[in-house]
């Protein structure tokens, strides 16, 4: 079974990252990391109370021991060394915050230091970055990060499939996102 790291972080679009969840416990085992500001997010936007001990445990209970959850400020968590291996990491939605933590190296939380330790050890790593407009300072650390090596997966949805509701539009950042992982999936019609 595959081992993939989801961290969900501070942005609007936390759906993003609970449904790329959804997809990537199907068939892999998932280490999810969740910052405290996206906690606050996925009440807001979803209604799900992570804090509450039934709602920590509603997580755990759907997909049982396939997912592990790690607190953000837990820098002695596995995958913060290069010795835990995985096949990808997303970061989905990933806040400018964040992004700008990788883009310096600052290594300050679980989620900066495993993807700092994702680009030393040359693995994929995913950006799914999440605001508008993009000022000079976000779009200058994320070509950093793209030149080191980073995908750079904005949910940016195409029309080409015709969607007609919201789910659609969710599966085909979460398409796109999982082709950049080399995840097989039919959550959108390919063109062609
Ligand atoms: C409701 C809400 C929505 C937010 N949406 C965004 C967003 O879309 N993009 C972003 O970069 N920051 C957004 N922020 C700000 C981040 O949450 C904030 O910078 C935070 O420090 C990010 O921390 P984290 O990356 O550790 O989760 C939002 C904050 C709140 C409260």
Redesign the pocket.
């Known amino acids: 079974m595959r081992r993939y790291i989801l961290a969900?972080?501070?942005?609007?679009?936390v759906v993003i990252g609970l449904r790329l969840l959804e997809v990537l416990a199907e068939s892999s085992e998932v280490h999810l990391i969740i910052?405290?500001?996206?906690r606050?997010?996925i009440k807001?936007?979803t209604g799900l109370n992570l804090d509450d001990d039934q709602g920590g445990s509603t997580v755990q209970e759907k997909f049982g021991e396939k997912v592990t959850i790690y607190s953000?400020d837990d820098l002695w968590a596995p995958m913060a060394s290069g010795s835990f291996l995985s096949s990808g990491m997303v970061i989905a939605?990933?806040?400018?915050?964040?992004?700008s933590?990788i883009a310096h190296g600052y290594a300050n939380?679980l989620?900066?230091r495993t993807a700092d330790v994702m680009i030393k050890e040359g693995r994929p790593l995913i950006l799914c970055?999440?605001?508008?407009p993009f000022s000079v300072i976000?779009l200058e650390n994320m070509l950093k990060l793209a030149r080191a090596g980073v995908r750079i997966v904005p949910p940016v949805i195409g029309f080409y499939h015709r969607p007609k509701k919201v789910e659609e539009l969710i599966d085909f950042v979460v398409g796109k996102i999982l082709d950049q992982l080399g995840v097989g999936h039919s959550l959108f019609r390919r063109w062609g």
């Open positions: 969900i972080t501070g942005a609007t679009g910052t405290e500001t996206a606050e997010i807001v936007e953000d939605p990933c806040s400018m915050k964040t992004l933590g939380s989620v900066e970055p999440r605001e508008t976000h």
